[in-house]
């Protein structure tokens, strides 16, 4: 089945300092790569939506200069977090989407701490 | 636009138990509609998925059917473990669009 690597797993950085999460499909081309927000006890939050060269689409409130996101191959997108405050940390999830249109493949996650 | 509504978690259940997870749907057209998994500290993992009307999606002992006439879409089965306790989302899908996420129900099963 499609499988999906997110890297870091879990990583812990100082506030001000920017932080890079890589996801990346590894059996299959991602045409659209996904990045969502999992606040504890809570349902997914859409950030924004990918398209391999092509700039990101974010969702209403998501700040696109704090949270920069690259999809420059059909394997690999990456979110950056830049300038990092300790409300950023958060679950962070990606997703990726094949050119058959409408499943998604899940990474496993990224914990995200500010300090 | 599209909605999903889950059942008000958290659900606790003894081992072996019957589990039904209600998820209900607003939507125009034929979306599919999927169930995914999430255990601690992971990602989500897809459970199992209908495309279709009346289509029943199934894995490890779960089962869904895909009800267009109650615009449903309940998780089951019929025994229950440990293992099981995690936290479910029911999600609608369309081609070429983002997913619609329910706001997930957590399920913990006691030995």
């Known amino acids: 089945g499609a499988v999906v690597s997110q890297h870091p797993s879990r990583v812990i950085c100082k506030s001000g300092t920017s932080v890079k999460i890589e996801c990346r499909s590894l059996?299959?081309?991602?045409?659209?790569m996904f990045w969502y927000r999992q606040f504890p006890k809570q349902s997914l939050m859409l950030m924004a939506t990918?398209?391999?060269?092509?700039?990101?689409?974010?969702e209403q409130g998501v700040e696109k200069d704090k949270f920069l996101i690259n999809h420059a191959s059909l394997t690999l997108s990456t979110l950056t977090v830049t300038s990092a405050h300790p409300e950023d940390s958060s679950f962070y999830i990606c997703?990726?989407?094949?050119?058959?249109?409408?499943?998604?493949?899940f990474g496993p996650g990224t914990r995200l701490t500010v300090t | 636009g599209d909605s999903v509504t889950q059942m008000e978690g958290p659900v606790t259940l003894s081992e072996e138990a019957f589990l039904t997870i209600n998820c209900t749907y607003t939507?125009?057209?034929?979306?599919?509609l999927f169930w995914y998994v999430q255990y601690p500290g992971e990602g989500l993992q897809l459970l199992l998925k209908?495309?279709?009307?009346?289509d029943k999606g199934s894995n490890k002992g779960f089962e869904a059917t895909y009800r267009k006439e109650t615009t449903s879409f309940h998780l089951e089965k019929g025994s229950v473990q440990v293992s099981d306790s995690a936290v479910y989302f029911c999600?609608?899908?369309?081609?070429?669009?983002?997913?619609?996420f329910g706001p997930g129900t957590r399920l913990s099963v006691l030995p």
């Open positions: 939507a125009t057209g034929y979306p599919s």
């Open positions: 999600a609608l899908g369309r081609y070429g669009q983002n997913f619609v």
């Open positions: 997703s990726a989407r094949g050119q058959e249109g409408y499943e998604q493949y």
């Open positions: 990918s398209n391999e060269g092509s700039k990101a689409t974010y």
């Open positions: 209908a495309t279709k009307a009346d």
């Open positions: 059996d299959f081309q991602a045409t659209t």
